[in-house]
C-alpha cells in the first residue's frame, strides 16, 4: 500500500510509515486489524467511541440519512434533524444550560465558545473583558484560540504568538504528594487560589472574560482536580463576574458514570464544550452548550432582523452528525450506558490499581472509566518507554492503548465488561513486565 501521500495527524510520520498500524473494521469493543487480529480497544478510538463501536441502531440511523438529504445549509435555514439534535443535547445538560451552537469537533467547540466568551462581555458594555485563562498541561484543541489557551509547549512553540491576553494556571498534578490516588486526589485544593491571586495582583478581575478547564485534563496525561478545586475556581469566577468554561470534549457522555462532568463534580460552568462521544465519534459534530442567559445577551443586543452571532461553520448542524447525534443520545438513554460506566468504575479502578508495584511504574490515577499510569522516563533512548509497551501491546497483546508522554492513558468504551477489564489490564502489565 502507498502511504506517503497522507500527512498524519500527531503522528511520528516517518516511523508509522515503516510498520503500519493499521485498523479496518470495528464491532463493540473491538478492532480488527488489517492483519486480521481482534483488538480490544483500550481508548475508545480517541476517547470517543463511548457506546462501543458501529452500534446498529446509530449505523442505520447515518444511512437513513444520508439516503434522505446529504446536506442543508444552517445559515439563515433550517432542518428539523438540527433543532431535534439540539433539544435532546440541552435536555441532557445540566440545568440552565440549554441553548446550543453546533459545530464540527472539539477544537472548533473551544474556539467558538472563547468566542461567545468574549462577544457576551462586550454586548453587556463589558468590554474591558478580554483576557483568557487556562491551564498549564491542558490540552483545548489545535485551533488559535485552543493552542493559546491550552498548555501544552510542543502545540504552541512552532506558531508564533498566537492569542495575546492569555493566562495560565498551574495544572494540578504533584505526584509527590497524591501518587496512586483512587479517585480525586486529596491534596491540591489550593491550586484553584492561583486564580484569585492572579486577578488581585496581576491581571485586574475586570479585564477577565472566562476561565476555561478540563474537568479531567486526559490528553496530557489523566490529571484529575483535587477535591474542591472546581468549586473553588467556580466561586472565584462567580466573585469577579468570569465566565467558566467546561472543556468536556472528554468527560462528557458517560466517561465519569454521569452525563458531564459538571454533574459528577456538582459544579456548573457557563457554557460547555463537547464533542466525541456527542455522535459516539461516527459523524464529526462538536458543540457548545451555553446557559440561556448568554444566548439572551445576544438576542436582545440587536434588532430582530440582525444576525446576533457573526460566527458559524458550513457544516454547523450537519444532517448526518445530527442524525447520529440523535441516535446516539437515545442508545445513551435508552441502554443505562452512562449508569454502566457508573457501575464498572470501581472493578475498573481495582484493576487498573492492580499494576502498582510492576516495573519503572511511578504513578497510577483513575476516575470512571479513565486511568493514566505513568511511568519512569527511559534514558538512553530517543521514544519513550510507555511508546514500546503501546507497540508491544499492539502487536503482541492485541491490545490498543493510548500514550502522552510517558504516560498511559486508558478510556475505553463505556460497555467493557469485568472480563474485558481484566484482559486489558493483564495485557499491559505483562507489556510493561517485559519492556522493563
Ligand atoms: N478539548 C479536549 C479536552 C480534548 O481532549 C480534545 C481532543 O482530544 C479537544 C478539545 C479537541 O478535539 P478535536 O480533536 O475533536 O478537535
Same mark, same amino acid.
Given at each position: 500500500?502507498?502511504?506517503?501521500?497522507?500527512?498524519?495527524?500527531?503522528?511520528?510520520?516517518?516511523?508509522?510509515?515503516?510498520? %503500519?498500524?493499521?485498523?479496518?473494521?470495528?464491532?463493540?469493543?473491538?478492532?480488527?486489524?488489517?492483519?486480521?487480529?481482534?483488538? #480490544?480497544?483500550?481508548?475508545?478510538? #480517541?476517547?470517543?467511541?463511548?457506546?462501543?463501536?458501529?452500534?446498529?441502531?446509530?449505523?442505520?440511523?447515518?444511512?437513513?440519512?444520508?439516503?434522505?438529504?446529504?446536506?442543508?445549509?444552517?445559515?439563515?435555514?433550517?432542518?428539523?434533524?438540527?433543532?431535534?439534535?439540539?433539544?435532546?443535547?440541552?435536555?441532557?445538560?445540566?440545568?440552565?444550560?440549554?441553548?446550543?451552537?453546533?459545530?464540527?469537533?472539539?477544537?472548533?467547540?473551544?474556539?467558538?465558545?472563547?468566542?461567545?466568551?468574549?462577544?457576551?462581555?462586550? #454586548?453587556?458594555?463589558?468590554?474591558?473583558?478580554?483576557?483568557?485563562?487556562?491551564?498549564?498541561?491542558?490540552?483545548?484543541?489545535?485551533?488559535?484560540?485552543?493552542?493559546?489557551?491550552? /498548555?501544552?509547549?510542543? *502545540?504552541?512553540?512552532?506558531?508564533? %504568538?498566537?492569542?495575546?491576553?492569555? =493566562?495560565?494556571?498551574?495544572? %494540578?498534578?504533584?505526584?509527590?504528594?497524591?501518587?496512586?490516588?483512587?479517585?480525586?486526589?486529596?491534596?491540591?485544593?489550593?491550586?484553584? =487560589?492561583?486564580?484569585?491571586?492572579?486577578?488581585?495582583?496581576?491581571?485586574?478581575?475586570?479585564?477577565?472574560?472566562?476561565? &476555561?478547564?478540563?474537568?479531567?485534563?486526559?490528553?496530557?496525561?489523566?490529571?484529575?482536580? @483535587?477535591?474542591?478545586?472546581?468549586?473553588?475556581?467556580?466561586?472565584?469566577?462567580?466573585?469577579?463576574?468570569?465566565?467558566?468554561?467546561?472543556?468536556?470534549?472528554?468527560?462528557?457522555?458517560?466517561?465519569?458514570?454521569?452525563?458531564?462532568?459538571?454533574?459528577?463534580?456538582?459544579?456548573?460552568?457557563?457554557?460547555?464544550?463537547?464533542?466525541? /462521544?456527542?455522535?459516539?465519534?461516527?459523524?464529526?459534530?462538536?458543540?457548545?452548550?451555553?446557559?440561556?442567559?448568554?444566548?439572551?445577551?445576544?438576542?436582545?443586543?440587536? @434588532?430582530? =432582523?440582525?444576525?446576533?452571532?457573526?460566527?458559524?461553520?458550513?457544516?454547523?448542524?450537519? @444532517?448526518?452528525?445530527?442524525?447520529?447525534?440523535?441516535?446516539?443520545?437515545?442508545?445513551?438513554?435508552?441502554?443505562? &450506558?452512562?449508569?454502566?460506566?457508573? =457501575?464498572?468504575?470501581?472493578?475498573?479502578?481495582?484493576?487498573?490499581?492492580?499494576?502498582? /508495584?510492576? @516495573?519503572?511504574?511511578?504513578?497510577?490515577? *483513575?476516575?470512571?472509566?479513565?486511568?493514566?499510569?505513568?511511568?519512569?522516563?527511559?534514558?538512553?533512548?530517543?521514544?519513550?518507554?510507555?511508546?514500546?509497551?503501546?507497540?508491544?501491546?499492539?502487536?503482541?497483546?492485541?491490545?490498543?492503548?493510548?500514550?502522552?508522554?510517558?504516560?498511559?492513558?486508558?478510556?475505553?468504551?463505556?460497555?467493557?465488561?469485568?472480563?474485558?477489564?481484566?484482559?486489558?489490564?493483564?495485557?499491559?502489565?505483562?507489556?510493561?513486565?517485559?519492556?522493563?
Amino acid at each position: 500500500m502507498q502511504t506517503e501521500h497522507f500527512w498524519m495527524p500527531f503522528t511520528a510520520n516517518r516511523q508509522f510509515k515503516i510498520k %503500519p498500524r493499521m485498523l479496518e473494521r470495528a464491532k463493540g469493543m473491538y478492532y480488527q486489524s488489517t492483519d486480521g487480529r481482534e483488538i #480490544l480497544d483500550g481508548t475508545a478510538g #480517541l476517547w470517543c467511541v463511548n457506546a462501543g463501536h458501529n452500534h446498529p441502531k446509530i449505523v442505520e440511523a447515518i444511512q437513513k440519512q444520508a439516503a434522505t438529504m446529504d446536506f442543508a445549509p444552517t445559515f439563515q435555514m433550517g432542518h428539523p434533524l438540527a433543532f431535534e439534535a439540539a433539544s435532546k443535547l440541552a435536555s441532557m445538560a445540566p440545568s440552565g444550560l440549554d441553548r446550543v451552537f453546533f459545530c464540527n469537533d472539539g477544537s472548533e467547540g473551544v474556539d467558538t465558545a472563547l468566542k461567545i466568551a468574549l462577544a457576551y462581555h462586550k #454586548l453587556r458594555g463589558d468590554a474591558g473583558r478580554f483576557r483568557l485563562i487556562g491551564r498549564e498541561r491542558a490540552y483545548h484543541g489545535v485551533g488559535f484560540g485552543g493552542i493559546s489557551v491550552g /498548555g501544552i509547549a510542543g *502545540n504552541r512553540k512552532q506558531f508564533g %504568538p498566537a492569542l495575546s491576553g492569555v =493566562d495560565h494556571l498551574p495544572h %494540578p498534578l504533584n505526584i509527590a504528594k497524591n501518587a496512586y490516588s483512587k479517585g480525586l486526589p486529596e491534596y491540591g485544593v489550593e491550586l484553584a =487560589d492561583v486564580l484569585e491571586q492572579r486577578l488581585l495582583a496581576l491581571h485586574d478581575a475586570s479585564t477577565v472574560a472566562a476561565v &476555561i478547564v478540563e474537568p479531567i485534563q486526559g490528553s496530557t496525561g489523566v490529571i484529575l482536580p @483535587p477535591q474542591g478545586y472546581l468549586q473553588k475556581l467556580r466561586e472565584i469566577c462567580n466573585k469577579h463576574g468570569i465566565l467558566l468554561i467546561f472543556d468536556e470534549v472528554i468527560t462528557g457522555f458517560g466517561r465519569l458514570g454521569s452525563a458531564f462532568g459538571a454533574d459528577y463534580f456538582g459544579v456548573k460552568p457557563d457554557m460547555i464544550v463537547c464533542a466525541k /462521544g456527542l455522535t459516539n465519534a461516527a459523524v464529526p459534530m462538536g458543540a457548545v452548550i451555553a446557559s440561556t442567559e448568554i444566548y439572551d445577551t445576544f438576542m436582545h443586543a440587536a @434588532p430582530q =432582523d440582525q444576525i446576533e452571532f457573526f460566527h458559524g461553520y458550513t457544516y454547523s448542524a450537519h @444532517p448526518l452528525a445530527c442524525a447520529a447525534a440523535i441516535a446516539t443520545l437515545d442508545v445513551f438513554k435508552e441502554e443505562g &450506558i452512562f449508569q454502566a460506566a457508573a =457501575d464498572m468504575s470501581a472493578y475498573f479502578e481495582q484493576a487498573a490499581h492492580s499494576l502498582r /508495584g510492576l @516495573p519503572n511504574i511511578k504513578d497510577i490515577r *483513575n476516575l470512571g472509566l479513565v486511568c493514566g499510569i505513568e511511568l519512569e522516563p527511559q534514558t538512553g533512548k530517543t521514544n519513550t518507554r510507555a511508546y514500546d509497551i503501546f507497540e508491544k501491546c499492539f502487536w503482541e497483546k492485541d491490545v490498543l492503548i493510548r500514550t502522552t508522554g510517558d504516560i498511559i492513558a486508558l478510556s475505553p468504551p463505556l460497555i467493557i465488561n469485568k472480563e474485558q477489564i481484566d484482559r486489558l489490564f493483564s495485557k499491559i502489565a505483562e507489556a510493561i513486565r517485559e519492556q522493563a
